[in-house]
């Protein structure tokens, strides 16, 4: 899969990209977890999440924040992280501007990011957050949240209880009614260590209810060996 260098807020920015079929396609950025904790681009949620969406016929990145691997500039606590979606998501469209849809998607650090951005983004229409630090980090920007969305959680979480997890469920469905769907997968830490594939059947089978488009057919790229 391609790899593509665009501006970001700092300087260059380095992701991997794969452009669906056709130039209506539905578009996704999906966003990995901590800068500071070892998450990068290739750590194996955030593959796994990127070519779920790939296989359900997206044109979808995934790329380093500012300051990880080859992306330039330094740390910024979030909100220079968030710029970055944001000149991510631009570039998206910018070569992609017929796009039938726009979601996003994060793991971890990278969730609360997603939400974020989510607010600031009218056009995106559909999010998957992956282990979101409710409890870590404040969540009450969503007020109300914009989208429906799928939150994925695992109940052996030793970071974040699925107990708060559940509670920032509860609040956004109360909010307008939206269709938020919540999946606890049974056993599963943090990093969802031997229940990746039950990870990716949540992911693509919300895909398959929610995006009227035909599965993709494009090859994976060599499956990245970080365990971040």
Not at 110 to 118: E, K, N, R, T
Request: hydrophobic content about 35%; glycine content about 10%; some cysteine.
């Amino acid at each position: 899969m391609p790899e593509v260098n665009f501006n970001g807020p700092e300087g260059r920015l380095e992701g991997r990209f794969q452009q669906g079929k056709s130039p209506t396609a539905p578009i996704a950025v999906v966003l990995h977890p901590h800068p500071q904790h070892g998450g990068n681009m290739n750590n194996k949620i955030t593959y796994a999440v990127y070519h779920c969406f790939v296989q359900h016929g997206f044109s979808v990145m995934r790329f380093n924040y500012r300051g990880v691997g080859r992306s330039q500039g330094q740390y910024d606590s979030g909100h220079g992280e968030l710029a970055d979606a944001a000149a991510a998501l631009d570039w998206l469209q910018s070569q992609l501007s017929d796009a039938s849809d726009c979601w996003v998607a994060g793991f971890s650090f990278g969730a609360w990011i997603s939400m974020q951005l989510l607010m600031r983004r009218p056009e995106i229409n559909g999010f998957i957050a992956v282990a979101p630090p409710a409890g870590l980090y404040d969540f009450t920007f969503l007020a109300p949240c914009p989208s429906a969305g799928l939150l994925i959680h695992g109940d052996k979480d030793e970071h974040v209880s699925h107990e708060e997890v559940e509670k920032l469920v509860e609040k956004l469905i109360a909010q307008r009614g939206l269709d938020i769907k919540y999946r606890l997968i049974r056993g599963a830490n943090h990093f969802f260590e031997d229940k990746l594939e039950e990870l990716t059947k949540s992911v693509s089978e919300h895909l398959s209810a929610n995006v009227d488009y035909a599965p993709g057919d494009m090859p994976m790229d060599t499956p990245p060996q970080s365990e971040d």
